[in-house]
């Protein structure tokens, strides 16, 4: 494997903000102890429809469909955590925390950031 994986970013990201906007939102209507707000939905709707947008106008070729459900998993979880951190009664967090981890760290193997070097380029320094 030699160089970037080609995976783009804009639709990462927004699958990001739907996973916590979506979560926000179920929050929203079903926790008692969050006050109602309508942001949250309009963001749901805002950002599911920029992210539908994007993936008609341009295809999501290689690791681009995996790194965007990886990415939409790591926004319902991590605000799942910091919901749970918010409001201890809710209950413990620990299960969200490792499991946003574990994506994180797939989605970074995946997009290729915790890559490892070569070994040809190691050997020629």
């Known amino acids: 494997m030699s160089g970037k994986k080609n995976v783009r970013r ?11 906007c979506g979560n ?20 749901l709707a805002l950002a599911a429809y920029v992210l539908y ?3 008609l106008s341009a295809p999501m070729e290689g690791d681009t469909p995996v790194c965007t459900l990886l990415s939409f998993l790591v926004g319902v979880f991590g605000y ?33 950031v915790a890559e ?3 070994p040809e380029a190691e050997a020629q320094k």
């Open 10 to 20: 804009k639709p990462i990201l927004l699958a990001l903000l739907v996973g916590l």
């Open 24 to 43: 926000a939102t179920l929050a929203t209507l079903s926790v008692s102890e969050l006050a109602f707000s309508v942001f949250p939905i309009i963001s």
């Open 53 to 55: 947008q994007e993936y």
């Open 80 to 112: 799942s955590a910091f919901l749970r951190t918010q409001f201890p009664e809710m209950g413990t967090n620990y299960l969200s925390v490792m499991i946003t981890l574990v994506l994180v760290i797939w989605l970074a193997i995946k997009m290729g």
């Open 116 to 118: 490892r070097p070569e």
